[in-house]
């Protein structure tokens, strides 16, 4: 498995943070306490991103996808290379 994409359901964002806990270099809590990603050029976006957009490249897949595993209310969905969703 290879992460292509992330989106973030903002509709489904409650701000609970967890995914900020686990990979703190990819996701943060933006002014309506929404996550967004941490892109390249210091931006932040409410995505969807690719992964070769994201300020941190260092971060690895596993540590992505238990981001979105930490959601709650599984707002953040992961697309494969293929545009295959992989998780919710």
Known sequence: MAISKIVVDRDLCIGAASCVVVAD???ELDAENKA???VKGDSKSPGPVA???LEDLSTDDETILLAAKSCPTKA???Y???GKQ???
Request: glycine share 0%; charged share 40%; net charge positive.
């Open 36 to 38: 967004v990603f941490r």
């Open 76 to 78: 953040i969905f992961i």
């Open 80 to 82: 494969d290379e293929k």
């Open 51 to 53: 992964k070769t957009d």
């Open 25 to 27: 270099k990819i996701f």
């Open 86 to 88: 992989i998780y919710p």
